[in-house]
């Protein structure tokens, strides 16, 4: 069903390299009000074009020319009277004359309409540029107002534009050259309010520039908090001496969302939905970015930004926030991960003084990466991995596939292992509770736990060790463990790693840190589906108790996870980003019912979190609560399902 991107904070916008010739204004204007067209078709009516599109930005001294400047100025209005007739915005580059001097200048068009006109600020003057030879810098120019045709137009690198009704969209105005400057405009728009910057630019192509040009902007974009739209002029730029690719791009926050190809010489576009109210969220979450302050105030130009209802998102939207696509970008991931448990754990034992740890082993994937970590911090600190007390605690849903992993993993690792069966002692305290061990209920599941956990600090205590923890963020955050048994620890190792990047870990440190029989146990450790084991087996053998049976799959919780925590998003926001990331994976309405159990768990378990130990962050999502996350324990739920309920 089609829905308005601004109702959930998105802005559609692109950027245009249109195909152009050399003082050829009637040819480039024709092409930049089909290329407003073709972006209103697709839903975007917002478009930036490069710098001196109108005229080309190559042609050198006929910018002297008073008959291009004429046509320069006639050009500029014609796509001022275009974007009335199509609802859209646009910035395009023109050069302008006023007061006998010339700039190099962006007119901001909406509505039929020139708002402001911005002058670029640095004009280079070296290597391949000229520009200082034609052109007059806007540096000292604020607070003016020029006429245009009998209209007082803004003038002036103090403007920024408003769109009405959208709080989170104020759009700001630099020009290529201001990009590549010690103190980028952009910065002072930034923090003066501008979460999208529209940078015009007639960028040269030459070798390595492409790469550099995409680091600049994801940098600029993630230094500013803002989306950035950058628009560069094309091959039809004369060849003379340099050759023009037209590589515009579109980025956000670090990251580069779209991008044109290069060397076309028909028109090239680019659009995405730029996610502007969360900007102004990670503003907020800033207080680095609220401490700055401007040089100069910025005059604040309201206009009108159409939009039409969409059926999906332009935007990349990955299914699982917390792993990266690219198998070396996820094995560095993994590496760093790894690095970060076992030296946290690491200076934990010198702290303490104590040279032996202690971990219950299930043979499931998170006591596995948290041996993993156990066996690599002890070799790092000269510690004979026998001084690693691995202890097995079968219980009535323990079964011979998880209990064999388990010892034989351990035999591989060459740790001490023990096996400490619970069934009678279990049963033991249910006559004494008088609780019938044929009830099979929280009970049942959460005696299991604590007699595990008092096990392993008793001999903990014994062996005068640490107790290892092993439960993972993503556990944490559904407050999927029992209070006081393997929710708690002498230090946990696991609880900065979502569930969805625990087997990747696993998976890392079989191929690169532990080989030979080992790996082929991490590899069937990986394969063994998610439980804790805590129900009677069936009579072959198998537990039927699947954890994502219960709570829901694991990939859809990290998903919200990361955006309601990271990202700060609402639910409904949530979950339209969700129902398009796992598209013909998971239903609209499924993903819901989920997502409901994901605040109902989240909210009602904070106590869990509130008394967790100690343990390192490792992403840049954490729960400790003397970390990133401060949450009353008894804080209400009800808000965030009512507006769950509200979009149904």
Same mark, same amino acid.
């Given at each position: 069903?089609?829905?308005?991107?601004?109702?959930?904070?998105?802005?559609?916008?692109?950027?245009?390299?249109?195909?152009?010739?050399?003082?050829? %204004?009637?040819?480039?204007?024709?092409?930049?009000?089909?290329?407003?067209?073709?972006?209103?078709?697709?839903?975007?009516?917002?478009?930036?074009?490069?710098?001196?599109?109108?005229?080309?930005?190559?042609?050198?001294?006929?910018?002297?020319?008073?008959?291009?400047?004429?046509?320069?100025?006639?050009?500029?209005?014609?796509?001022?009277?275009?974007?009335?007739?199509?609802?859209?915005?646009?910035?395009?580059?023109?050069?302008?004359?006023?007061?006998?001097?010339?700039?190099?200048?962006?007119?901001?068009?909406?509505?039929?309409?020139?708002?402001?006109?911005?002058?670029? %600020?640095?004009?280079?003057?070296?290597?391949?540029?000229?520009?200082?030879?034609?052109?007059?810098?806007?540096?000292? %120019?604020?607070?003016?107002?020029?006429?245009?045709?009998?209209?007082?137009?803004?003038?002036?690198?103090?403007?920024?534009?408003?769109?009405?009704?959208?709080?989170?969209?104020?759009?700001?105005?630099? %020009?290529?050259?201001?990009?590549?400057?010690?103190?980028?405009?952009?910065?002072?728009?930034?923090?003066?309010?501008?979460?999208?910057?529209?940078?015009?630019?007639?960028?040269?192509?030459?070798?390595?520039?492409?790469?550099?040009?995409?680091?600049?902007?994801?940098?600029?974009?993630?230094?500013?908090?803002?989306?950035?739209?950058?628009?560069?002029?094309?091959?039809?730029?004369?060849?003379?001496?340099?050759?023009?690719?037209?590589?515009?791009?579109?980025?956000?926050?670090?990251?580069?969302?779209?991008?044109?190809?290069?060397?076309?010489?028909?028109?090239?576009?680019?659009?995405?939905?730029?996610?502007?109210?969360?900007?102004?969220?990670?503003?907020?979450?800033?207080?680095?970015?609220?401490?700055? =302050?401007?040089?100069?105030?910025?005059?604040?130009?309201?206009?009108?930004?159409?939009?039409?209802?969409?059926?999906?998102?332009?935007?990349?939207?990955?299914?699982?926030?917390?792993?990266?696509?690219?198998?070396?970008?996820?094995?560095?991931?993994?590496?760093?991960?790894?690095?970060?448990?076992?030296?946290?754990?690491?200076?934990?034992?010198?702290?303490?003084?104590?040279?032996?740890?202690?971990?219950?082993?299930?043979?499931?994937?998170?006591?596995?990466?948290?041996?993993?970590?156990?066996?690599?911090?002890?070799?790092?600190?000269?510690?004979?991995?026998?001084?690693?007390?691995?202890?097995?605690?079968?219980?009535?849903?323990?079964?011979?596939?998880?209990?064999?992993?388990?010892?034989?993993?351990?035999?591989?690792?060459?740790?001490?292992?023990?096996?400490?069966?619970?069934?009678?002692?279990?049963?033991?305290?249910?006559?004494?509770?008088?609780?019938?061990?044929?009830?099979?209920?929280?009970?049942?599941?959460?005696?299991?736990?604590?007699?595990?956990?008092?096990?392993?600090?008793?001999?903990?205590?014994?062996?005068?060790?640490?107790?290892?923890?092993?439960?993972?963020?993503?556990?944490?955050?559904?407050?999927?463990?029992?209070?006081?048994?393997?929710?708690?620890?002498?230090?946990?190792?696991?609880?900065?790693?979502?569930?969805?990047?625990?087997?990747?870990?696993?998976?890392?440190?079989?191929?690169?840190?532990?080989?030979?029989?080992?790996?082929?146990?991490?590899?069937?450790?990986?394969?063994?589906?998610?439980?804790?084991?805590?129900?009677?087996?069936?009579?072959?053998?198998?537990?039927?108790?699947? =954890?994502?049976?219960?709570?829901?799959?694991?990939?859809?919780?990290?998903?919200?996870?990361?955006?309601?925590?990271?990202?700060?998003?609402?639910?409904?926001?949530?979950?339209?980003?969700?129902?398009?990331?796992?598209?013909?994976?998971?239903?609209?309405?499924?993903?819901?019912?989920?997502?409901?159990?994901?605040?109902?768990?989240?909210?009602?378990?904070?106590?869990?979190?509130?008394?967790?130990?100690?343990?390192?962050?490792?992403?840049?999502?954490?729960?400790?609560?003397?970390?990133?996350?401060?949450?009353?324990?008894?804080?209400?739920?009800?808000?965030?399902?009512?507006?769950?309920?509200?979009?149904?």
């Amino acid at each position: 069903m089609p829905f308005h991107p601004s109702v959930y904070g998105f802005l559609r916008a692109g950027v245009a390299s249109p195909e152009l010739e050399v003082a050829g %204004i009637d040819r480039n204007c024709a092409a930049i009000c089909r290329a407003i067209d073709k972006a209103a078709t697709e839903g975007c009516f917002f478009l930036v074009f490069p710098e001196l599109a109108v005229t080309a930005y190559s042609c050198a001294d006929l910018f002297l020319q008073k008959t291009l400047l004429d046509g320069a100025r006639e050009g500029v209005a014609q796509i001022a009277r275009h974007t009335a007739a199509c609802g859209a915005t646009a910035i395009v580059g023109a050069p302008f004359l006023d007061a006998g001097k010339l700039y190099n200048c962006a007119f901001f068009l909406s509505s039929g309409k020139i708002l402001g006109i911005v002058p670029k %600020i640095h004009l280079p003057a070296t290597l391949e540029f000229y520009e200082e030879r034609w052109f007059t810098s806007g540096q000292a %120019i604020l607070g003016e107002k020029v006429d245009w045709h009998g209209e007082a137009v803004p003038f002036g690198v103090d403007l920024l534009f408003a769109a009405a009704g959208r709080p989170a969209c104020r759009i700001g105005i630099e %020009i290529c050259e201001d990009l590549w400057s010690p103190h980028p405009p952009s910065s002072r728009m930034a923090t003066a309010g501008a979460t999208l910057i529209a940078n015009l630019s007639a960028s040269p192509e030459t070798l390595g520039k492409e790469e550099y040009r995409r680091a600049l902007l994801r940098s600029q974009s993630a230094r500013c908090l803002a989306a950035y739209l950058y628009a560069s002029a094309g091959p039809g730029e004369s060849t003379t001496d340099l050759v023009f690719s037209g590589h515009s791009l579109i980025a956000e926050n670090g990251a580069i969302l779209a991008e044109t190809e290069r060397f076309r010489f028909e028109t090239a576009m680019a659009i995405a939905d730029v996610d502007l109210e969360r900007m102004t969220t990670e503003r907020q979450r800033s207080n680095t970015f609220a401490s700055a =302050t401007g040089s100069h105030p910025f005059r604040v130009i309201p206009f009108d930004l159409h939009e039409e209802g969409i059926s999906r998102l332009r935007r990349p939207i990955a299914p699982d926030p917390f792993v990266p696509p690219r198998q070396e970008e996820r094995d560095q991931r993994c590496r760093e991960i790894f690095a970060i448990q076992t030296t946290g754990l690491a200076k934990r034992l010198l702290h303490t003084g104590l040279d032996k740890v202690v971990i219950g082993v299930s043979g499931g994937i998170d006591s596995t990466l948290a041996l993993l970590v156990a066996v690599k911090a002890c070799d790092r600190l000269d510690i004979d991995r026998g001084h690693i007390l691995a202890v097995t605690l079968p219980g009535f849903g323990t079964t011979s596939r998880t209990r064999g992993n388990a010892e034989k993993l351990c035999r591989e690792l060459g740790v001490a292992f023990r096996e400490i069966p619970i069934v009678e002692a279990v049963r033991r305290h249910f006559r004494d509770i008088g609780h019938p061990d044929t009830r099979h209920d929280v009970v049942f599941e959460n005696a299991q736990a604590r007699e595990r956990t008092q096990i392993l600090m008793d001999l903990a205590n014994q062996v005068d060790g640490l107790v290892i923890g092993t439960g993972d963020l993503s556990e944490l955050a559904l407050g999927w463990c029992t209070y006081n048994a393997d929710q708690m620890s002498m230090y946990n190792v696991n609880g900065g790693v979502p569930k969805t990047l625990v087997r990747y870990v696993v998976s890392w440190c079989a191929e690169t840190e532990f080989g030979g029989a080992a790996a082929a146990t991490l590899a069937d450790i990986c394969a063994t589906p998610v439980s804790p084991e805590l129900l009677p087996v069936d009579g072959r053998g198998e537990n039927p108790q699947q =954890t994502e049976r219960q709570i829901g799959p694991y990939r859809l919780h990290d998903f919200f996870l990361y955006h309601a925590l990271r990202l700060h998003f609402p639910p409904r926001k949530i979950l339209l980003l969700a129902a398009q990331a796992f598209d013909g994976e998971y239903g609209k309405e499924e993903i819901r019912r989920w997502l409901i159990l994901f605040y109902r768990r989240f909210f009602s378990q904070q106590f869990k979190r509130s008394a967790m130990p100690d343990g390192p962050k490792v992403g840049s999502v954490a729960l400790s609560p003397r970390g990133d996350w401060r949450m009353p324990s008894d804080a209400c739920a009800a808000l965030w399902l009512k507006e769950l309920e509200a979009d149904h």
